[in-house]
């Protein structure tokens, strides 16, 4: 290594006399972007879009008068132009490239596919070409990590150094990793790997119409999406069933089967439900980490009243039946505007926030009393450092670890958690979809042969929950030294060691 | 670096000690809801620290060292008292007055495991002072032969008459000469001045072509070879140091903001002997290379006698003697200071010399002894005068008895032993004549005399244990056993206090100026009437021979 350790230059300045490698990853990165800049830009528009709507629908609620829906409009008609440019933007695996809807016509000819290839076939590509993309963008990303530590960071090591060896030694926190990967791909590229699209197979049915050959007739005709989706429900006997990996009467392919009435694709449903989950998700974990983080510190570094108070305010909500108070929170505001925003997610994110927060803070109460106990919080004070500063620069990151291990531990048990109201008939309303919903719809159906309603939900809630407990647990042991024997130098509240 | 000694040298020659502590207390605990019991850590203290001077304080774990040093940097709030630096009482600081003051004075600590943040870079660590106190602020000093009024505009702002400016502007001649201190990684030619005279006044704007973040790196590195360290070592982190290292990375932290005062709370204890010889002659010589004053906290007596200028002495909140190291190490006036020298062990094994060793524990700073704070464990407490010529061991076990009494009277009485004493049952003392027994035999136990088991009845073994004390002390030592065995034990503590208690444990010492240097003790001993501490300890050394 031939790190010349005089120079006092900034990143910018190291990057200046050094510009390859940084060059070379630029130049990938704009490169991945550009392929899939329609999806991103999707993606963006369909969140800021969701709340910018929410706040519109919000407003006018609340202010009313009439300034208000103008103001509405103006977001609407933004947001239009928006998913206008969005979807006008090139994209190199997206649905209109890789088309997988269309029809067979009796020569055993594809219409409408891609290359004329069964809709199976085009969907599988589309899917690996979706999830190969992601994995590469990552890849890069972390090639990007590697070529700052290897030209351009100045230290030769640092404690995250350990950390990241031990997480990438660590098989069950790599599995949950892969898991969690999976899990967010679906979610950000939901209208890409759908078979169907939400606004055709949820939202708005009737406005599309579809072709098939009516082999009655003997020539192509067109169906609303909403009349092909009645007939092609599952409704538990054999001749009213799509099941896995089945085509339906329309030639279209449902790799996970239908719903019941009316017949929506269920894999569509669980992609665009993906969302709804991990935005609730991690909006609430979001906020639970945050209440806990910043009265973790403060109560650590004053002590005294401040803990009294939080230990109250948080024994109070522990007292509280957790589910019942959801329930109750759903249904006070299922006509309030709050309970309005992505159809009550919002009001459940901040409720689950709220419930959450006070076993997190508790969690990391332990680990913030012992760091504010460290004598470089002391020193700090010595030389005047501001109590703020003190705690971001000298206690956060010794509890970070702590919040990211309880936060990915803790995701699942929202998800879980929301399923189980909108199982319930609380939580998010129709139509957006949450996986809660489809477990409900099934689980009349569970000895039928339209098992797969409710099942596949099941399953997929279980794998996702089990991979951000896994990643947790990689986390955990990556985070402390003692996990791998030999080295106990870095980590979380180092101990002990000597001269 | 010497001449910048000679330059600020004239700001610190001014009259008085740099640090002047007038009766200090620090309590902990206080403010209960329901009337408190504080922990009494320094308990009122008074002392000065000359400027370049290094004060030694020692004493056993928990004699509140440590709090008395930090209450000296602020770092915990004095319950009572004042500590005056350069003549401002500190305590009443606060805000930027106290941000600013810091700058003056800071602190080393102990354990260097603790007391540098392991996420840090050793650079970022002994920038985060200057980052803080958003140094160099480029206090202009502008020397005007007319000496008119000067105002400061730009970069710069205008130096404080006592402190020794970044920049200095020498108006004599046609042209301004500008220096800068030595401090500052910048030469002059990085200053640009622009001055504008009017006949009474003179306004001065600087500005400096260096930006404030190459200083302070340029500062940190010069830091880090100040203290022996090297520059590359400024993107390591503590994990990559040894022991000595990192204490080395402390020192270097603590000087960042140029302090006059700092205090080094035990600074090579937690490093190996190997290492602690060059920690100390480290700070030996940033002392004399910064002129800095040093409160050297301690507890080992080697040490000490090898840096300090005067030595404190200190038990249970208190300073027991205070003065010139030699002074003190060679002929120690008050009876804790020649406990505790007595415990230093001879290289020599040969010397036959006496060693005195101390009973038991220190007490409680909750709940501290009436009197002298060292008179329930010293070996040479005045006794009342008919007791004045009773045997060794029989003032040692009713001192051993006394002792056993207060343990138990502080001792908190759990939910179990109040429902027992409401019960009427026993609370733990139906031993007590075993107790008796071991601490009157003079070998522990009655079983050498003779006494049968058979007969051994409580009184048969009480009679039998206070055999052996002298009869002058038999009788009110029985009655005070007979109290506690009928469940009095606080008559009994209070009858053993009225018959064996005398100046020791009822009315506080004086500090008493005990040598012409100035030294004092606190000890009864030194007043008229009664014999001096060493002459006291010869006695005590020969009866037990």
Redesign the interface.
Same mark, same amino acid.
């Given at each position: 290594m031939s790190k010349t350790v005089t120079q006092t230059k900034s990143l910018g300045e190291r990057i200046l006399a050094q510009p390859g490698p940084a060059l070379v990853w630029v130049l990938g990165l704009l490169l991945l972007c550009a392929l899939e800049m329609g999806a991103i830009a999707e993606m963006t528009v369909a969140i800021v879009g969701g709340l910018a709507s929410s706040f519109a629908a919000v407003a006018t609620a609340v202010l009313g008068g009439p300034v208000m829906p103008s103001i509405a409009g103006t977001i609407a008609g933004g947001l239009e132009s928006a998913t206008t440019i969005a979807a006008g933007l090139p994209d190199l695996v997206s649905r209109s490239v890789i088309p997988n809807q269309g029809y067979q016509t009796p020569d055993g000819v594809w219409h409408g596919t891609f290359l004329g290839l069964e809709p199976k076939y085009a969907w599988l590509l589309r899917v690996a070409l979706v999830y190969g993309y992601i994995f590469v963008f990552l890849w890069w990303l972390w090639r990007g990590y590697r070529a700052y530590v290897d030209h351009y960071r100045t230290a030769d090591w640092t404690p995250r150094d350990d950390m990241v060896r031990r997480l990438r030694s660590h098989s069950w926190g790599k599995f949950g990793l892969v898991v969690v990967i999976c899990f967010v791909g679906m979610a950000m590229f939901a209208p890409t790997i759908s078979p169907s699209t939400g606004e055709q197979n949820m939202y708005n049915m009737n406005a599309y119409d579809i072709q098939y050959y009516n082999s009655d007739a003997g020539s192509v005709e067109e169906i609303s999406v909403l009349q092909a989706n009645f007939q092609s429900a599952s409704q538990g006997s054999g001749s009213q069933n799509v099941g896995l990996w089945q085509y339906d009467d329309f030639d279209r392919f449902h790799p996970f089967g239908t719903l019941t009435s009316p017949g929506q694709d269920l894999f569509t449903f669980m992609a665009y439900g993906a969302r709804i989950s991990l935005l609730v998700g991690s909006v609430a974990i979001g906020i639970a980490l945050a209440l806990a983080a910043g009265l973790g510190m403060i109560t650590a570094y004053y002590k005294g009243l401040a803990d009294l108070t939080v230990v109250f305010v948080s024994d109070t909500i522990q007292s509280l039946p957790s589910l019942l108070v959801l329930m109750l929170a759903s249904m006070v505001f299922s006509h309030h505007w709050l309970g309005k925003i992505y159809n009550g997610g919002l009001l459940l994110a901040v409720m689950f926030g709220i419930v959450y927060f006070p076993n997190m803070w508790r969690s990391i109460r332990g680990p913030a009393l012992q760091v504010a106990e460290e004598e470089w919080v002391d020193a700090a004070k010595s030389y005047g450092q501001r109590s703020s500063t003190t705690m971001r620069k000298h206690m956060l990151p010794y509890i970070l670890g702590y919040l990211l291990i309880y936060g990915s531990m803790s995701i699942g048990g929202v998800i879980i958690g929301t399923a189980g109201l909108t199982f319930l008939g609380f939580g998010i309303n129709p139509p957006i979809p949450e996986w809660g919903r489809a477990i409900s719809m099934g689980q009349a159906y569970v000895t039928t042969p339209a098992w797969h309603i409710s099942l596949l939900p099941g399953l997929l809630i279980v794998v996702v929950v089990t991979g951000f407990n896994a990643l947790g647990d990689g986390i955990r042991d990556a985070m402390d030294p003692e996990s791998e024997g030999e080295d106990t130098s870095a980590g979380v509240g180092a101990t002990g060691g000597g001269a | 670096m010497s001449e910048l000694l000679e330059e600020d040298s004239p700001t610190r020659t001014d009259d008085g000690p740099l640090v002047e502590v007038n009766g200090l207390k620090t309590y902990y605990d206080t403010g209960g809801l329901f009337g408190s019991n504080p922990v009494k850590a320094v308990d009122g203290v008074d002392f000065a620290i000359d400027r370049g001077e290094t004060l030694g304080l020692v004493g056993e774990s928990g004699s509140g060292k440590t709090t008395l040093g !930090?209450t000296l940097?602020q770092?915990e709030s004095a319950t009572e008292g004042e500590v005056l630096f350069d003549g401002t009482d500190v305590t009443t600081l606060s805000g930027s007055d106290?941000?600013n003051w @810091? @700058?003056e004075a +800071?602190?080393v600590? +102990?354990?260097p495991?603790?007391?540098?943040?392991? !996420?840090?870079?050793i650079g970022e660590i002994i920038r985060?002072?200057l980052d803080?106190?958003g140094w160099p602020n480029f206090s202009v000093a502008v020397n005007d032969p007319d000496d008119r009024s000067v105002s400061v505009s730009g970069d710069g702002t205008r130096a404080e008459p006592n402190d020794a400016a970044d920049i200095t502007v020498e108006l004599a001649g046609a042209a301004p000469t500008i220096a800068v201190r030595d401090a500052l990684a910048m030469t002059a030619d990085s200053v640009d001045v622009s001055v504008s005279e009017q006949s009474s006044s003179v306004s001065v704007s600087v500005s400096v072509a260096v930006s404030k973040d +190459?200083l302070r !790196? $340029?500062r940190v !590195?010069e830091l880090l070879e100040t203290v022996g360290l090297r520059?590359?070592h400024?993107? @390591?982190?503590p994990? +990559?140091f040894? %022991? %000595?290292q990192r204490q080395r990375v402390?020192i270097a @932290?603590s000087l $960042?903001?140029e302090p006059e005062f700092v205090v080094l709370d035990e600074p090579v204890s $937690?490093?190996?002997v190997s290492?602690q010889a060059k920690i100390l002659n480290l700070l030996d010589d940033l002392q004399s290379e910064f002129g800095l004053t040093y409160l050297f906290i301690a507890h080992d007596l080697s040490v000490v006698r090898h840096i300090c200028d005067r030595v404190a002495v200190m038990y249970l909140g208190h300073i027991m003697e205070i003065g010139e190291t030699e002074e003190l190490f060679q002929n120690p006036e008050n009876p804790y200071t020649y406990s505790l020298l007595s415990a230093i062990p001879e290289p020599d094994p040969t010397a036959d010399r006496e060693r005195v060793t101390l009973r038991g524990t220190p007490p409680s700073p909750r709940d501290p002894p009436s009197g002298c704070p060292f008179s329930t464990r010293c070996p040479v407490k005045i006794r009342p005068k008919e007791f004045r010529d009773v045997d060794e061991h029989t003032w040692e076990s009713v001192e051993t008895l006394r002792e056993i009494l207060r343990e138990r009277e502080d001792r908190e009485m759990g939910v179990r032993d109040h429902a027992k004493a409401l019960l009427g049952l026993e609370t733990g003392f139906e031993d007590f004549v075993d107790v008796a027994e071991e601490v009157f035999t003079r070998n522990g136990s009655l079983d050498a005399k003779g006494v049968e088991t058979a007969e051994r009845t409580d009184a048969a073994r009480i009679d039998g244990a206070l055999d052996d004390v002298d009869p002058v002390a038999r009788e009110p030592l029985k009655e005070a056993i007979e109290l506690v065995l009928a469940d009095k034990e606080t008559q009994a503590h209070e009858l053993l206090i009225e018959t064996f208690e005398s100046d020791c444990g009822e009315q506080s010492p004086e500090h008493h100026t005990v040598s012409d240097s100035g030294r004092t003790s606190y000890c009864h001993r030194h007043r008229t009437e009664f014999d001096d501490t060493a002459v006291a300890f010869d006695d005590l050394l020969s009866s037990a021979e």
């Open positions: - | !930090r940097v770092l106290l941000k @810091r @700058r +800071q602190i600590f +102990q354990d495991e603790s007391s540098l943040n392991h !996420r840090m870079t985060e002072p803080v106190h +190459q !790196r $340029a !590195r520059e590359e400024y993107y @390591r982190y994990h +990559q040894s %022991g %000595g402390g @932290r $960042a903001l $937690a490093l190996d290492v």
